[in-house]
């Protein structure tokens, strides 16, 4: 008999472990005002001062300013560090992520221009003031995959699971409650040729973070959002529709409009590894906004925290025309900015059973906001293919560090990459008053599509 009763309280742990057993205890969570930023991030910086500590993030706004402008660069005077090339990479290889040494093999002219470290990710008090109460509360569920007990803060701010930091990046505050902006992507064949391959508008709304909302009154959705292309002209009206829930008992809801049909239709198959279409198949659908959809075909492991050089406050790189930012192999290093930052790194592995032609990633998240940073990947044979990036915009009108819009991909074996929801040569994304449920239905879809 006792033999049977420790058999069932092992499975009785093995079932809570990563669900019931998630929350922190109080003093755990009291770290948040103390030694944690109200994020979870080391509030003190690095011991040879490279990183500093963090002070509260960037949230002065430019004076004048007016949400759709294009954002300055908050740093316009600095001039970079010290620069890495092919030359001098070995000399900093322990903060290089794969992508980037690959990058700097393959091309010889690449460089990374280092600058001072900002820390400059932010949010609101009222999102801080969830967050510390989302730590002694929130719950994984649907296997690891969803969670309860969390609504307008980071779900898991003081965590050593990766699935809870996935989790913490699709919930990550960034736009507001409610964002529209103008959404291209640029790519760049092998040869060197620039082409933007569609233009237009995208609407997200974020129900989980809504300031007057309660977990009481959370609907379980915590992203709804869709993209309506109007360029080129062939592809004018194709429209993708979105509903990411934490509820595990909602299901992601993925619906597209295609005008030569002119009807809406459920497409499953806008997730995983298959080709963007919004990209013209340079990228797959989950490298959208650096992890679009669900992602539980590969297995997770927690590598630990690191010092990396990661792409940050780029925006300048997001205010740049065209022309100026896109060269026949990189983006222009002279508009790119490099900093030193710490990250946690999460390897994602094949799960048993499933297929993704990415078979290996390396996640790369930013302690102070939880947002990906960059990705590597590699395929079935071991080769290192694929190296997804963003161009994070510092938004202190927010206020909010903003790392999963204008994100892109080089590949490694062809020798292109692209950029999507780039803004380069128009307006730059802005916080809107909250929209109905019924602009995000599938019905508003079609009637969008067909203007």
């Known amino acids: 008999m006792n033999a049977q009763i420790k058999t069932l309280a092992a499975l009785m742990a093995l079932t ?19 030694t944690l930023t109200p994020l979870g991030a080391e509030r003190a910086g690095n011991k040879e001062g490279s990183i500093p ?14 949400s759709g402008d294009v954002r300055p660069d908050f740093f316009p005077d600095e001039k970079p560090l010290y620069a890495i090339t092919a030359e001098n990479m070995a000399q900093y290889a322990d903060k290089l992520t794969d992508g980037a040494k690959g990058l700097l093999q393959k091309y010889p002219n690449f460089r990374m221009d280092i600058y001072p ?4 990710a932010a949010a609101p008090q009222w999102y801080y003031d969830n967050t510390f109460e989302n730590a002694t509360r929130a719950r994984l569920t649907g296997d690891g995959y969803r969670f309860e007990g969390a609504y307008g803060g980071v779900p898991f701010p003081i965590t050593n699971d990766p699935k809870e930091m996935l989790l913490n990046h699709q919930t990550a505050w960034t736009r507001g409650e409610s964002a529209i ?4 992507c640029f790519t760049i064949s092998p040869s060197g040729k620039m082409t933007m391959v569609s233009d237009g508008i995208q609407n997200q709304q974020f129900p989980y973070n809504f300031k007057d909302g309660s977990l009481e009154s959370y609907s379980g959705y915590f992203n709804i959002g869709h993209y309506v292309q109007s360029a080129p002209a062939s592809k004018a ?14 299901n992601i809801g993925l619906w597209q409009y295609l005008v030569g049909q002119r009807r809406v239709r459920r497409a499953p198959s806008v997730s995983y590894d298959t080709p963007d279409s919004v990209t013209s198949g340079a990228g797959f659908f989950d490298e959208a906004f650096m992890q679009f959809g669900p992602y539980d075909h590969h297995e997770y492991k927690l590598l630990g925290k690191q010092e990396m050089y990661v792409l940050y406050n780029n925006n300048r790189a997001n205010a740049a025309q065209p022309e100026e930012l896109f060269t026949p192999d990189f983006l222009n290093p002279d508009l790119v900015r490099w900093e030193l930052h710490r990250v946690w790194v999460i390897d994602a592995t094949l799960a048993p059973g499933k297929r993704h032609v990415v078979a290996h990633r390396r996640f790369y998240l930013d302690e102070d906001s939880w947002q ?5 990947g590699w395929d079935a044979q071991g080769q290192l293919w694929r190296m997804t990036y963003t161009l994070t915009e510092l938004a202190p009108d927010v206020p909010s560090l903003v790392a999963n819009m204008a994100w892109g991909n080089y590949n490694f ?3 292109g990459y692209y950029l999507n929801a780039a803004t380069n040569g128009t307006t730059q994304f802005k916080v809107v008053p909250r929209r109905p449920d019924s602009f995000f239905s599938p019905d508003e879809l079609a009637n969008m599509g067909a203007r």
């Open 16 to 34: 809570l472990t990563g669900s019931s057993l998630a929350a922190v205890s109080p003093e755990e969570a009291a770290k948040l005002k103390t």
């Open 53 to 66: 500590a963090w002070t509260g993030g960037y949230t002065k706004a430019p004076a004048g300013y007016q």
């Open 117 to 120: 470290t900002h820390r400059t």
């Open 181 to 184: 902006s103008p959404s291209r």
């Open 237 to 250: 009206g194709e429209s993708i529709l979105a509903h990411f829930p934490s509820d595990a008992d909602k």
């Open 372 to 376: 990906i940073l960059m990705v590597d």
């Open 413 to 415: 074996l062809t020798g």
